[in-house]
């Protein structure tokens, strides 16, 4: 496995949850994982981050929304979105990430997001 498999998106109504899972393409255990998207017509952006030791970072327009946590036996990063918005509508990726920044794997097909009003 060359890069990412990212899963559980899908169509929800704004206020709804989903969950998203990300197998990594590596181990985990010791290093950073991001959570990105790509919106139409935009560039891909970091939405969140968990680092080898486990702690969190959050782009300020998710904070209090999302959560990201991993299981490093299954090499598996998971991303919980809770009062979704329409705004938060993309193609969600993961990627491993270097500790002096950028990502280490290809990138995967992503998961689509898709919030409706």
């Known amino acids: 496995q060359v890069h990412p498999v990212e899963s559980g998106g899908g169509l929800v109504q704004a206020g709804g949850s989903l969950k998203l899972s990300c197998v990594a393409s590596g181990s985990i255990f010791s290093i950073s994982v991001g959570w990105y998207r790509q919106a139409p017509g935009k560039q891909r952006e970091l939405v969140a981050r968990?680092?080898?030791?486990?702690?969190?970072h959050y782009v300020d327009s998710v904070k209090g929304r999302f959560t990201v946590s991993k299981d490093n036996a299954k090499n598996t990063v998971y991303l919980q979105m809770n009062s979704l918005k329409p705004e938060d509508t993309a193609v969600y990726y993961c990627?491993?990430?270097?500790?002096?920044?950028?990502?280490?794997?290809?990138w995967g097909q992503g998961t689509q997001v898709t919030v409706s009003s």
């Open positions: 968990i680092s080898g030791a486990g702690s969190t």
């Open positions: 990627n491993r990430e270097f500790t002096t920044g950028g990502t280490i794997d290809s």
